[in-house]
């Protein structure tokens, strides 16, 4: 599954319920604000660095199996 979404103002990014694969292209708004991630497993290292710099694009690439989520971030500048 495909998203997408401008970022303009600080959110949360809760886990899927359910199973499931998304990736989600956000594009930094004029206001852009810090995304928190809430109910994620994951490592030290979740790929590159979210800014929140008008205009940065990044994919956000969701993964939940058997009741673990975990996310990577890829910037595209």
Do not use: C, E, W
């Not at 886990?15 to 004029?30: K, R, Y």
């Not at 290292?45 to 975990?70: D, E, H």
Request: net charge neutral; no cysteine.
């Amino acid at each position: 599954s495909y998203q997408y979404m401008t970022d303009n103002g600080a959110f949360t990014l809760a886990a899927p319920a359910a199973d499931s694969v998304i990736d989600i292209l956000v594009t930094n708004g004029a206001s852009a604000g810090s995304i928190t991630f809430s109910g994620f497993t994951v490592g030290s290292s979740t790929g590159s660095a979210l800014t929140t710099t008008n205009g940065n694009k990044f994919v956000i690439s969701i993964r939940r199996i058997n009741s673990v989520s975990t996310y990577s971030i890829y910037a595209l500048q």
